[in-house]
């Protein structure tokens, strides 16, 4: 059994000014977008995706990722707090975001960005698809930091069961880490390695939602539903009921690309 290392969530604190581990994270995360989306445009100018697009979506991806993410937590999650206390809809230093959230922020940043450019909706979401999953990385890590979202109870002999400082007595599932190597990782690998072809329009965004979805859906069978919601219908956590109609999704539309065999993307 380990113990999680007690990490200062406060990385650097000079006076009243504090920077915290899960917001270098997201530094990190928006860090890789730029490195990743100016190699992918380098290696295959024929994507159309210039070094300004790739400026003007970490530009306006930044926002969608913060405001989509927030306000996803507020009508997912809490909506009923919320609307009880909406002046705290502002308070993010409080925590709360959604991954959900976030990634509908991010299509309306990409929606903005294509039609400045140009640029067809559906190659611009295939360029940007593998670029996502080193900052979901991140974030899980800027999580597993923190001592937050920990897993759910963990069999007593299973080696990396861990106790976490406000998770109870009893070891639990790291789940930040499943969640860092499947939806971070893993998925990485798979989406640029799938990219790294042509493939028809469509088809490696449909590839990163269905990958996604189930990666996410079976990671949250080891972490802890949120204790404000519990497990909803069919014994289902609101991230799995958030997850399968990306999965449904995905399919389609890669069901659709291959169809269509526009091998642009």
């Not at 990190?28 to 295959?44: I, N």
């Not at 990722?65 to 009880?84: D, E, H, M, P, Q």
């Not at 450019?117 to 996502?132: E, K, S, V, W």
């Amino acid at each position: 059994m380990l113990i999680h290392p007690k990490i200062d969530p406060v990385a650097i604190a000079i006076g009243p000014i504090a920077v915290r581990w899960y917001g270098l994270m997201y530094l990190v995360a928006f860090g890789l977008f730029f490195f990743l989306g100016r190699l992918r445009a380098r290696r295959a100018p024929w994507r159309g995706v210039s070094y300004e697009v790739i400026d003007d979506m970490l530009f306006w991806g930044v926002l969608g990722v913060i405001l989509g993410g927030r306000l996803g937590y507020v009508l997912f999650y809490k909506f009923s707090y919320y609307a009880a206390h909406p002046m705290e809809v502002l308070s993010v230093w409080q925590g709360g975001m959604s991954f959900h959230g976030g990634f509908l922020g991010v299509l309306v940043a990409i929606g903005l960005v294509a039609r400045k450019h140009g640029l067809q909706f559906l190659r611009l979401t295939d360029f940007i698809a593998p670029l996502i999953p080193c900052g979901l990385a991140a974030g899980r890590m800027g999580n597993f930091i923190n001592g937050e979202l920990w897993g759910r109870l963990a069999p007593a002999d299973l080696p990396w069961g861990m106790l976490f400082r406000d998770g109870g007595p009893l070891p639990r599932h790291p789940s930040q880490l499943y969640q860092f190597a499947l939806e971070g990782l893993l998925l990485f690998v798979i989406i640029w390695l799938y990219s790294r072809r042509q493939r028809p329009t469509g088809a490696v965004s449909g590839a990163f939602l269905a990958g996604y979805g189930v990666l996410r859906f079976v990671a949250e069978y080891f972490r802890e539903p949120d204790d404000f919601l519990g497990l909803l219908a069919w014994n289902l956590s609101m991230g799995q009921w958030l997850s399968a109609p990306m999965v449904l999704a995905g399919a389609a539309m890669m069901a659709w690309a291959t169809a269509s065999k526009a091998r642009v993307a």
